[in-house]
């Protein structure tokens, strides 16, 4: 069980345009779902917790208005990358933690959304 | 926020050799895990060991929570280990599943 699916895998767009990916819980509800991001050769940086039926809560110094987070159910979270640029391009990858381990339940993530803004 | 420092960041190794890699970690914690992140970008879940010891074939892990810091053993190292490995905690009273990720070691095995 745990299993979370991110869509797409990859993907290229123009710059300006907007780009949506998609986190899924496939066999268990999330309240909560994060959001990161990897540039290369770099770690994964916590950008956002996305809360079901609630606004997303942003780290420090991640555009809000550049990153819309919608989590409309319990097994969905979408993260828009708007009006993209070049410096976007990155791995985003999301992950959720399923509820019957209690407080203290490992993390399951995504197979990650490659993003290049031409 | 909590810090959390891997070593060594480069490992090199011959196929068949041992290594151990360590993640410390500045404040107490609820949750930490160890990853292994693929060339395609995976993150492979390795352990979910907030303390103690664990083992997983040729991988074992050892946390002293007490001590603020976590080892990932790998024995007769293989090809096919190659990659960033990851330690990631959840700091104690934080939001449920917030991880922060160290900066990773980068294991190359040669066969």
Redesign the interface.
Known sequence: GAVVSQHPSRVICKSGTSVKIECRSLDFQAT?M?W?R?FPK?????MA?SNEGSKA?YEQGVEKDKFLINHASLTLSTLTVTSAHPEDSS?Y?C???PPWGG???????G??T?LTVT | GIQVEQSPPDLILQEGANSTLRCNFSDSV??L?W?HQNP????I?LF?I?SGTKQNGRLSATTVATERYSLLYISSSQTTDSGVY?C?V?NRGS??????????TQLTVWP
Do not use: C, D, E, K
């Open positions: 909560t994060f990161y990897q770099q770690s994964l940086m916590l917790t809560t791995f990858i992950s959720a933690s407080s203290n339940s490992p993390l399951h993530f197979n990650g490659r | 609820n949750n895990q990853f395609w970008g995976q993150l879940n979910y907030p990851f990631a959840v939001t449920l599943g917030r991880l922060y990720f160290g900066r990773g």
